[in-house]
């Protein structure tokens, strides 16, 4: 099987609106059930996203690389067009479950990627944490699931976070276009536990649920999954307490005639996850093996514990799996997982488990570096969905192409993948007015550019004199 027969039905679809109409039943899901017009536009998109170049994924670049676009009609379709992009991710929920779920490696990691922005005006902008640049920063904050199994994994929803100050400012979330029933404040670990119920909704098939300490610090979370019947394995801070016994919370003892405290007490103190792997000593730390790398077997070393956790509140505390693991011996960082696992799995396998959050950064840097994750001009919440609901298929698509051609070609990437299709793809055939039209485009967008610099170093000058 080649490459460009593999890219036989991406062609189609950006070539031919009957043919996009009628395969995008079992491609894209629900747009099917939407207009013809609307399913064209869906797929000049979907192809722009892979094929323009890295930087230039708006709307007139998309324009300038896809035959037969219109920057303004694939605009409209982003953001004001009638169609419900939720079918569109249960189509992709339920093609990436054919694909990597329901294996005894299939797992659901959550995890959020900041987006950053100059202005104030797109949804859910705030200065905020940014986790890719570490820092924060004026930017939007979105909260993924990706599914995975073995060294494949694919997102499969994004949800924009909206902060507090935003929920309580009616006039900014109409400007925004933030849909009324969406304007409830929640946190991003709440939004997360809800796209995990949806997946299982869908008919996602996954073993267990991975997040990073960011929301394995909310003890509402893991209550809740635990609660679901879910299995999670989630990293948690260094400064994490817990009992190494059965802490046994009671109301505590007072005096004859005192009045006695409702709030339970622990009878032992707790002590923090980093206290107590410091004191372990070094023959208790077990070598494995995380994963094959490029380069051979990534190995690591763990230590394991059964503990005990205990919110404040709850009238029993939780015995769960502590995990601690490092690269090596000499390695400063050192990852502390807990995971609400059966009693009896196997400890080796908990510990790969616990190291297996590399892949949701891969898809989400393949999410960004192939199909322009992070490049789109729209600042409306409807848009902003849209836009991720297009780019969880473009993942599907290259994560389809990476399986169909494993064999004859192992190593073949998501970067791979776009060099091809700019390779064997057609460009639109331009006349010299449409060189010219579209050079008046750049020219009118980097004045615009040069303008608000200009403006914004006025109002800067203003505020010192």
Known sequence: MSFTSSLTHLFEISASGRK??????DHAGGLAQESTAAAIQAGIYLRGLMEAKTGDRNFEDIA???????HQRVQHFISDAPWDESKTLQEVSTQANGILGGTPLSFLIGDESGFSKKGGSSAGVARQHNGRLGKV?????????????GRRATLLEGRLYLPKDWCDDVSRCDKARVPVEHREFKTKAQILLEMVRAQRARGVQFNWVSTDAGYGKDPALLRALDADGETFVTDVHANQRLWQDDPKPAPPALPTGKRRSAKPKAVEPSVEVRDWVARQPAEAWVRFKRRDGINGALRGEFIHRRVWLWDGNEEDA????????????????IKYVLSNASADIAVIDLARMAASRFWVERALQDAKGA???????????????????????AMLFMLRERVLLAEELPLLSAEDIVWMIEYYLPRPQTTEAEVQKALARRHKRRQTSIDSRRRHELTALEDIL
């Open 64 to 70: 300038e690389t896809v035959p037969g676009a219109d």
């Open 318 to 333: 939780r015995c769960w799996h502590l995990i601690a693991w490092r690269p090596d011996e000499t390695s400063e960082e």
């Open 20 to 25: 996009l109409h009628k395969q995008r039943a």
């Open 137 to 149: 920063d004026n930017c939007q904050v979105g909260v993924f699931v990706a599914l995975a199994a």
């Open 371 to 393: 199909a322009g994750m992070a490049e789109y001009q729209m600042r409306g919440w409807v848009g902003w969905h849209r836009h991720m609901a297009i780019v969880m298929l």
